[in-house]
């Protein structure tokens, strides 16, 4: 199905103003990426569908850090935008293992259960506070999710230090609204862990570990120009985040469909 000319408008912008701002973010996307790989490591799945890889793909840190990846079959990229759809083909393509589509997800479920079923691990990283559709997505991921298969969803939280940090400051009123940031980058809302648990619930998932990761006291900007960020101190507050997940920068949950 071709998806409405706004939804592709949209998707196209908001991939611009993501490249524009990628220094930090690269040290997000490698923390969300540590997370993954310890799921991945434990589940060993034959197939894997990755909703919106941007412009990085789990799976590249999975081939660059993992010794075994004998287990994985498939690797299904599904990315809408076609700058990050192109700039996979030219960086991932070769890989006989994967599989892209140019589509968005409420728009192929019926091509991924034909073609990909069962999906073992489905991952939906930094996804749902960008979609303008989340009920669609939702009901799409059910669909695609066979019964006590995995989901994966992380999202930013709406309670971390950095946006804590922000209300002490008047910089704004309330940590659940909507940053400078997300603006820029059209995101349509934010999460704590508590709501983020529930909308997974409510669209007939069963949550089986849920948490923080990373801490970040800054915002994007000013993590960068800290001036002694290493490798040391970005792997300290990765697991910082792990265990303070109130005021980790990011969430996640991971899920199983409880279809009967």
Known sequence: MEAPIDKVKRIDEYGISYALDLEFELHLVKSRNKLL????????????????????????????????????????????????????????????????INEFIEDSVQQVINQYSPVDLVICSSVLHEVPNLEQVLIALRQIVPQDK??????????SLHRRLAVSMGLIEQENEMSDRNIELKQCRVFNLTELERIICDAGFEVIESGGYFIKPFTHNQM???????????????RLGRSLPDLAAEIFVNARNNAK
């Open 150 to 159: 995995t989901l994966h969803v992380n999202v930013p939280n709406s309670h």
């Open 37 to 100: 790989l310890d799921l991945i490591s434990s589940l060993r799945p034959k197939v894997v569908l990755e909703v919106g890889c941007g412009l990085t793909s789990t799976l590249e840190e999975m081939n660059d850090t993992m010794r075994d990846t004998s287990f994985l079959d498939t690797w299904i990229i599904m990315e809408p935008n076609s700058m990050f759809y192109e700039s996979m083909i030219n960086r991932i393509q070769p890989d006989s293992r994967v599989e892209l």
């Open 224 to 238: 960068a120009e800290l001036p002694f960020l290493n490798e040391e101190l970005l792997d300290g507050l990765y």
